[in-house]
């Protein structure tokens, strides 16, 4: 048997497969933003209930930070994927469809990865909106400004200058946990890694590339991260 | 709820607690003396050192725990030569491949931590102890070490619950500890939630006894923040 060399691992031409894992790096992009986008609603919303919550929602709110800190995120993946997958089947029998129906790895890694991250994103927002001076609200309380305009005109662009940096940290985590979606099958980075290791026999080349896309990713990013930090502290004084 | 069902997952479940811990906890002990060795290359001054460290955290802190395994455990048997050496009883092992991974990635996050705590030593406490005549070493020992321990707890403490909360990744590479053996139960009844439940409430309840231990070893290190004991003069006594 023909044993592929290393630059075959990577090649695009046939029998190559640098297009697969290029693919998966995209899906894994893709995981990770989807990812991160619910985490940072769910951070939203969560912050803003620990803040000014009642006593109930404030508790809620609470609970959800504390246990999902607490619990491995692969058990998260665990209970999306196959729970989703018992809920969906069940909805099925319901309408009268026989069998087992699966739920979509993509969409139960995105939720799982989300509802993780939201918990870190929560903690974010609201030391971030801690952050913002008291005087600048009153500023714009006293300027006449409504609630609403209120939040979008001061309250939020202000907030997310503070929150950057912590959302750059919660960026970085999501994509790393997004390599465990793999579980489910979604065709990431790592689930194709595995599959060229499986077909090739070569395990060690495979997970190195793949290594090197993550870090990749993750070295852009946070270099766009930094650039967009020093962008929207623009106005900023530093001494 | 099924409690039956609840009942025997919680008593399968409590089964595997032993292996999570003893995964966390040999990971955890070996990892602060690969991170301490790596902090104190960041701050030995000779360039090589400080780059190989430097080089070493951003590859273990950019890649995804996952690949950092599969590397480890179906990557390097990829080489006949690694399995001829006298490591192959070793590398062959699914609980070494895992503690090995989790060893190499906590060294690299606490790496950054202790150096931190070895930065904040002020400058003072060494020079008193040099004028005291104590040698390089016992100036470290007695003085630097202790105080930057101290300093690095808290963020310490941190990471450690990370390292409970990774050890569920050895559950991919077959290893049944909680997380294993609750996958096994959910895809075996795909009953996720009641499995999540119960297998949340047992991780919660070791990060949370985790973070207990850690409150106390700080307030038993510091000693001298504490605000002294107020004497009450005894009733009754003149002056």
């Known amino acids: 048997m023909n044993q592929p060399g290393f630059l075959d691992v990577i090649s695009f ?3 190559g497969w640098g297009a697969a894992l290029l693919a998966g790096a995209w899906m894994t992009i893709l995981i990770a933003i989807s990812g991160f986008l619910i985490g940072s609603i769910i951070g939203t919303f ?35 994927y196959f ?15 026989e069998g087992f129906i699966g739920f979509p790895g993509f969409l139960a890694g995105a939720l799982a990865v989300g509802i993780t991250s939201g918990a870190q994103q929560t903690e974010v927002f609201r030391g971030a909106f801690k952050a913002v001076h008291r005087g600048e609200i009153e500023a714009a309380i006293a300027c006449g400004m409504s609630r609403a305009l209120r939040f979008r005109r001061i ?62 990713i993750s070295t852009i990013s946070g270099a766009l991260l930094q650039w967009s930090e020093r962008y929207f502290s623009r106005g900023v004084r530093r001494n | 709820m099924d409690w039956t069902f609840t009942l025997e997952t919680f008593i399968s479940l409590v089964a595997a607690i032993p292996l999570t811990l003893q995964l966390a906890a040999t990971s955890i002990l070996l990892g602060a003396f690969l991170a301490l060795g790596l ?21 273990f802190r950019g890649t995804p725990l996952l690949v950092q395994i599969f590397l480890i455990y179906y990557g390097l048997s990829q080489f006949p030569a690694v399995r001829h050496t006298i490591l192959w ?10 503690v090995i991974a989790l060893t190499l990635n906590t060294a690299a996050y606490a790496s950054e931590i202790i150096r931190g705590g070895l930065l904040s030593v002020p400058h003072g406490q060494i020079e008193a102890a040099r004028a005291c005549g104590m040698p390089r070493f016992m100036v470290f020992r007695r003085i630097v070490l202790p105080l930057a321990l101290r300093q690095a707890l808290p963020g310490y403490g941190n990471e450690m619950i990370s390292m409970v909360k ?6 991919i590479i077959t290893l049944m500890e909680v997380t294993g053996v609750a996958a096994k139960i959910i895809s075996e009844t795909y009953r996720a939630i009641e499995v999540f439940i119960v297998a949340g409430v047992i991780y919660l309840t070791i990060n949370f006894l985790l973070t207990r231990l850690v409150h106390v070893v700080e307030y038993m290190l510091s000693p001298h923040l504490r605000a002294p004991r107020l004497q009450t003069p005894v009733q009754g006594e003149s002056k």
């Open chain 1, 13 to 15: 031409g046939p029998g």
């Open chain 1, 46 to 80: 969560g912050a803003w209930a620990k803040i000014s919550g009642g006593r109930t929602i404030r508790g809620i709110a609470d609970g959800y930070t504390t246990v999902l800190r607490g619990i491995p995120d692969l058990l998260v993946i665990y209970l999306f």
């Open chain 1, 83 to 97: 729970g989703g997958s018992a809920a969906v089947t069940a909805i099925g029998r319901f309408f009268g469809s």
């Open chain 1, 155 to 216: 309250i939020a662009p202000l907030t997310l200058r503070h929150a950057l940096p912590g959302m750059g940290n919660v960026w970085q985590v999501v994509l790393k946990e997004s390599a465990l979606v793999s579980i489910t099958g979604v065709a990431e980075l790592l689930r194709q890694a595995q599959v060229g290791a499986g077909s090739t026999g070569m395990p060690f080349n495979f997970y190195v590339v793949a290594g090197a896309i993550y870090l990749m």
């Open chain 2, 39 to 59: 902090a104190l290359l960041r701050l030995s001054g000779v360039r090589v050192l400080d780059w190989f460290a430097r080089f070493y955290v951003f590859v």
């Open chain 2, 89 to 98: 009883p070793i590398l062959r092992e699914p609980y070494w491949c895992a």
């Open chain 2, 166 to 171: 990774a050890t569920s990744l050895a559950s």
